[in-house]
T-cell receptor, first 118, second 111 residues
């Protein structure tokens, strides 16, 4: 399994500002993902973050709005830029362990960052 | 594109079995997952099944997969009040490795 931590756990921000969310994993993983869960909704993939390459964004998400860093195999950041109230969501990082230290195909999620934009 | 659908709500009495259903459209799905989300909490991986399997059992949980109909179900035996949560099914396709989630089923367990 993998233990994933996120910082901050929650924040209240003013519109127009930016927030950087950190995701730390207790083991080295190749593939990390960032998801968004809007209030009362399911999870939507924002981007895939592989170490050593540019993040790959899903339709509807752009790098200028959600820049991602992946400096090493245990850490990633997601920035929510120029925030508006529509960005109020839970942001979750996850890791896929397939092909890592075992043959398992488990995907684990961090506890999430609950963002409220006023 | 991929699409995963679930019914929104299920109510059962404590001690009964719960069956949560899910349908998906992507025929290249390799793994299918069930996650549990309690209020204010993150996602807990409950179980997953490889697409060439029909059934997987893990203690009180039984996963059934009908690949022909692209139908997945999660059965919780002897449902307890602590099982009250939102349950998400998700599928992973061959190349992408990211998950596509269903809308979630809110399970309410009545004492």
């Amino acid at each position: 399994s993998a233990v994933i931590s996120q910082k901050p756990s929650r924040d209240i921000c003013q519109r127009g500002t930016s927030l950087t969310i950190q995701c730390q994993v207790d083991s080295q993983v190749t593939m990390m993902f960032w998801y968004r869960q809007q209030p009362g909704q399911s999870l939507t993939l924002i981007a895939t973050a592989n170490q050593g390459s540019e993040a790959t964004y899903e339709s509807g998400f752009v790098i200028d709005k959600f820049p991602i860093s992946r400096p090493n195999l245990t850490f990633s950041t997601l920035t929510v830029s120029n925030m508006s109230p529509e960005d109020s969501s839970i942001y979750l990082c996850s890791v896929d362990l397939a092909g890592e230290t075992s043959s398992y195909n488990e995907q684990f999620f961090g506890p999430g960052t609950r963002l409220t934009v006023l | 594109g991929e699409d995963v659908e679930q019914s929104l709500f299920l109510s059962v009495r404590e001690g009964d079995s719960s069956v949560i259903n899910c349908t998906y459209t992507d025929s290249s799905s390799t793994y299918l997952y069930w996650y549990k989300q309690e209020p204010g909490a993150g996602l807990q991986l409950l179980t997953y099944i490889f697409s060439n399997m029909d059934m997987k059992q893990d203690q009180r949980l039984t996963v059934l997969l009908n690949k022909k109909d692209k139908h997945l179900s999660l059965r919780i035996a002897d449902t307890q009040t602590g099982d009250s949560a939102i349950y998400f099914c998700a599928e992973k396709d061959t190349g992408r490795r990211a998950l596509t989630f269903g809308s979630g089923t809110r399970l309410q367990v009545q004492p």
